[in-house]
């Protein structure tokens, strides 16, 4: 499902991202905690109940890449049942990352997805379709884009990751695997790559990760040459 959205930058994103952080922990009379809780956020703040389907087949579309849908009218996010994280623990990184998707299209998309414009079709059975279905093939439209960097951004605040960075190496200069490098990066060796420095942070974070490394490269901390176009969906 497309919907048209206007152009947004990253650092609005983000901003927006850590606008819905504050206001969650500030009900709670908390400061901004990691790992962070996106399912709950996404069901006791932004009011949608959280199930497990197998999107694909009550879609209609076996064998299609469904991890999300939204069904607006009855506050309702069903993840694909492929991520549940009880089911599949190794999934936990890619559960957390959808259900911060599906919260960056409320929190971003809201006006379009509730527009007279994007009201949803039935199903030949009368069920309504919901109003927005995430697929990863889709992930360069930039509706799907906007959701993927806004839960990057809420999964992984800024700060925290700098934090967490600055805790581990002690500064906050990268890691500079490309062939530029430069006086000012933190010493390479055999056991330093970027799979394995991202490795060591997620656990902090719940994520996956390539989500992970995506992050770090988006701060500056890892810098690679050249970059590669991924799936923030993707990887374990």
Known sequence: ?????????????EHDALDLLNAYFLERDQPIQIPIPVDEILETYLGFSLDFDDLNSCLGVPGADILGAMWVEQRQVIIDQSLDPDEHPEMEGRFHFTCGHEAGHWWEHEPYIISPDSQATLFDDNQQKPR????????KERIEWQANYFSSCLLMPRQHVLDAWSARFGSLNPFDFTDAADGDCIHRNKYHTPWTISKEFKPMFRVSTQAMQIRLENLGLLRIDPPVERDLFSGV
């Open 1 to 13: 499902m497309t919907i048209d959205v206007k152009y947004m930058s990253e650092q609005q994103i």
């Open 132 to 139: 927005v279905i995430c697929r990863s093939s889709q992930a």
